[in-house]
């Protein structure tokens, strides 16, 4: 159901902008026509988030794993604490760092003591954007499994630090991590398959690497900031054009 005042707006708007094609089919489907709406990606600072090798540990070994996620059920944090606990007795050093907060956090910190993994889980609540780079520089892997999203800003901040995601198949996921060259996409909701992407990357150095590499690559050429700006002056300008402005 589309409400009245966003139906007429998607109609007589003189432009659209969707953060990915998956965002611009669901306007497509409400009813926008199709010369409108302009596929613009978000865009990150790809100058904060990059790889810096001299940078600060956060102290959390080898094998940390990184999610920067609001903790609400359709973040998906619960399945990727459901598939740290299956990885735990392959990879006893593994520690799970989770940064943001929501109402599903006392659930979540229940669930790792049931699962007994609590000692290596971190939730370490609101981290600020400035804060972040630290955390994505030292993980071995950034995960991203939710349930529902339209674009995934912290895949895009992972790749920027040349860190490989594992992301669930959720709304725009797909077109931003590239499934076996910037990182692996697994079905929404499967902790077995989450489970053995994460183990997959722990367990090959060189290929988190490549994938890490690659993923910096990606972003820089599709959501830097200054990519995003230029998109949004070509729509300005084509408006413009069209409108006699």
């Known amino acids: 159901y589309v409400r009245p005042p966003l139906r007429w707006t998607l109609h007589h708007a003189d432009a659209l902008t969707a953060i990915t094609d998956d965002c611009r089919q669901h306007a497509l489907r409400a009813g926008a026509p199709e010369a409108s709406v302009r596929l613009v990606f978000n865009g990150t600072d790809l100058r904060r988030f990059s790889p810096d090798e001299n940078g600060a540990d956060p102290g959390f070994g080898p094998r940390m794993i990184f999610a920067c996620r ?48 609590a000692a290596d889980v971190t939730f370490l609540g609101w981290v600020a954007n400035s ?77 988190r690497r490549r994938m890490g590499q690659a993923g910096r690559q990606r972003a820089l050429r599709l959501f830097d900031w200054d990519r995003t700006a230029e998109r949004f002056e070509e729509v300005y300008r084509d408006v413009g054009a069209r409108v006699g402005r």
Do not use: W
Not at 83 to 92: E, Q
Not at 135 to 148: F, G, K, M, T, W
């Open 70 to 117: 609001q903790l609400f059920p359709r973040k998906g944090i619960r399945f990727l604490i459901e598939a740290f606990a299956r990885l735990k007795p392959r990879f006893p050093d593994a520690k799970l760092v989770l940064a943001g907060d929501g109402f599903e956090r006392p659930e979540l910190v229940e669930l790792a003591q049931n699962l007994g993994v």
């Open 131 to 207: 804060a972040l780079p630290p955390y994505y520089r030292a993980a071995a892997v950034s995960v991203i499994p939710s349930l529902e999203e339209g674009f995934g800003i912290p895949a895009a901040e992972a790749m920027g630090c040349e860190v490989p995601v594992v992301a669930s198949d959720a709304g725009g996921l797909p077109e931003v991590v590239e499934h076996g060259v910037t990182g692996l996409v697994v079905p929404r909701g499967d902790v077995t398959a989450l489970a053995d992407a994460i183990a997959k990357l722990l367990d090959d150095p060189a290929l």
